[in-house]
């Protein structure tokens, strides 16, 4: 597992190899086509149930759940993933 807190502060846990996951690489190409609404699909693979912790962490800074933040924190922890900060 990789632990990691991202740029605003969310502590999570992920899998090493997540990103050998064909869901998700589809998803990952749907978002880099244009297509945020593929974000959906990412949070719920790269999270699982973590993705209701993020949902919070930003709500309780923005009073709701931002997609351009969604999309920068899942930007970081594929920062963290790549870099392998392993628990």
């Known amino acids: ?3 990691g807190v991202t740029r605003s502060g969310f502590e999570f846990e992920a899998a090493e190899d997540i990103a050998n996951d064909m869901e998700l690489f589809e998803a990952l190409s749907d978002l880099d086509g244009g297509d945020y609404s ?15 912790a993020l949902y919070e ?4 800074q923005y009073g709701k759940v931002p997609i351009d933040k969604v999309y920068e924190e899942i930007t970081d922890i594929f920062g963290a993933l790549k870099d392998g900060k392993k628990s």
């Not at 593929?38 to 209701?52: E, F």
């Not at 962490?57 to 309780?60: D, F, G, I, Y």
Request: glycine fraction near 4%; aromatic fraction near 0%.
């Open 1 to 3: 597992m990789v632990k």
């Open 38 to 52: 593929a974000l959906v699909p990412v949070c719920r693979i790269v999270l699982g149930t973590q993705k209701k």
């Open 57 to 60: 962490h930003l709500r309780k």
